[in-house]
């Protein structure tokens, strides 16, 4: 069921802060929906884990679209790299790119690893307002990355003075990175669609940006601070 802008939580029948509660620990926790559905329930709340499916599938990219104009810039030095989701039993991409110290910068899961691809995923960073245009890029040796960076640049999108570096030693930092992306998503044992997939990991990778302190005026860390500024997304007292 969408939601609606004014009334996020209309027609749900628990109140605003379980399902927040819920949607959070799933996103941030490795926990299964079955897991987050036990607590629930040890809390006095018959909550079955197909509801939680479906709190998560409404409310994970609503976090990540409500929590961008409140992130912080990052540097100007890329990592960029993509790792492997598995999706319908196939193979599916999620690109991800981090600065030097290992902040987010953005996502995107894609059903190939080509150009296209790559030059998708780059609009989607450029076009944020907290992403600053890169000074370097650092990438494997995929060669779709240098035809997707020099498309790029003639359109104009990047800059000429941006440097292309192919050096994996240089990205070991978003290789790191993966590994809470790869810890939450082996649990799920695969998604049943790219649109759920693409829903959910929304939702896990804005978690992970919130976590490492991304939020402006909000440190690493810190759960308090966490859980209101959730609350704050979505209009509900802490």
Known sequence: MPIQPDNPFHWRHYEPEVILTCVRWYLDLP?????VAKLMRERGLPTHHTCVFRWVQTYAPEVDKRCRR????????????ETYIKVSGEQKYLYRAVDSTGQTIDFLLTARRDAPAAK??????????????????NVDKNPAYPVAVEDLKIEGIL???????????WNNVV?????????RTRLAMGYGSFHTA???LRGIE??????KGRVRRLVKDDVVGQVKFIHKLFAVAA
């Open 70 to 81: 409140y992130l912080k810039l990052t540097n100007k030095s890329y990592r960029v790299d």
């Open 159 to 169: 800059p000429r003075r941006c440097k292309l570096r192919q050096c994996r030693y």
């Open 31 to 35: 926990l299964s929906y079955r897991n």
């Open 120 to 137: 998708r995923f780059f609009r989607k960073a450029f076009a944020s307002p907290g992403n600053p245009s890169p000074r370097v890029i």
């Open 198 to 200: 693409w829903r959910t």
């Open 206 to 211: 804005a978690m992970h940006m919130i976590n």
């Open 175 to 183: 290789e790191q990175s993966h590994r809470h992306v790869k810890r």
